[in-house]
């Protein structure tokens, strides 16, 4: 597992190459942002160690199976941590796939594994959880979450973007790593969500899948150009055929 401190406050974890988590400095401890996939709960683990802290929050972006794979094994290493996901995303945890009659009506993308572990906060727009502020950014999944870091405007994105393969919003299909694109539930929700991110004028841009980007808003900004006009030309093509 691959280690990256970007400040005091902030480590990228990243597995093969391609799945990130994050560790994020709390006075009480460290806040875990997703889990990776499975079998990597005993390396987060040493990880938060070799830097003193134990982990104290398990706080999950969305409930994509290379997101909470490693989840139960956390929670049965870590009884103690609480663990937080927006209360959208964790039905999934739980089985459940139906969509709210209010939500967009097309199918849900990507693997969504049940997990036994029951969450012990369920987050909300706005709410707060340390130093971190909840943006609700649905789009890639009905639920996901995007966090603010108050202390340094970073912004933990999740797969709201991506940056393997190249910046783009959750939902562009970029050929050198489709993943993300391939498991995006709603591109215009996603796009919303995506302006959101970059009105809160972020330091500095993390993600699920990539490198973290420093002075991030040019490329921000670029990728949501990219994808309007991918969603424009879906657009007409659509009215076209009707
Ligand atoms: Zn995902």
């Known amino acids: 597992m691959k280690v990256r401190a970007y400040s005091n406050n902030l480590f990228q974890l990243t597995r093969l190459g391609f799945v990130n988590c994050y560790l994020v400095r709390e006075e009480d401890g460290f806040t ?5 996939m499975s079998g990597q709960a005993q390396s987060i683990i040493q990880v938060a160690q070799g830097v003193g802290r134990p982990i104290v929050r398990v ?7 290379d997101h909470v794979g490693s989840l139960d094994a956390l929670h049965e290493a870590l009884p103690d941590a609480q663990v937080a996901i927006s209360e959208r995303d964790a039905r ?3 089985g459940d796939k139906s969509l709210d009659p ?3 009506q097309v199918p849900l993308r990507g693997g969504y594994p049940v997990c036994k572990t029951r969450p012990t906060v369920l987050l909300h727009e706005g709410d707060r959880i340390g ?3 909840v943006i609700a950014t ?7 979450l995007a966090f603010l870091d108050t202390r340094d405007s970073a912004i933990i994105a999740g797969d709201a973007f991506q940056t393997l393969g190249g910046v783009a919003v959750s ?8 993943l993300p694109a391939l498991a995006t539930w709603h591109k215009g929700l996603a796009l919303e969500s995506a302006r959101k991110l970059l009105a809160l004028q972020p330091s500095l841009l993390t993600v699920g899948h990539g490198r973290m980007l420093e002075h991030p808003q040019t490329a921000m900004e670029r990728a949501i ?7 424009a030309k879906e657009q007409g093509k659509q009215t076209h055929v009707a």
């Open 32 to 36: 875990l942002i997703d889990t990776g």
């Open 59 to 65: 706080v999950l972006t969305h409930a994509h199976i």
């Open 92 to 94: 999934f945890l739980s």
């Open 102 to 104: 209010s939500e967009p």
């Open 131 to 133: 130093s971190l502020e």
């Open 138 to 144: 649905p789009g890639h999944t009905p639920g996901h």
């Open 171 to 178: 939902g562009t299909f970029k050929p050198l790593f489709p």
């Open 225 to 231: 150009r990219v994808m309007e006009q991918s969603l």
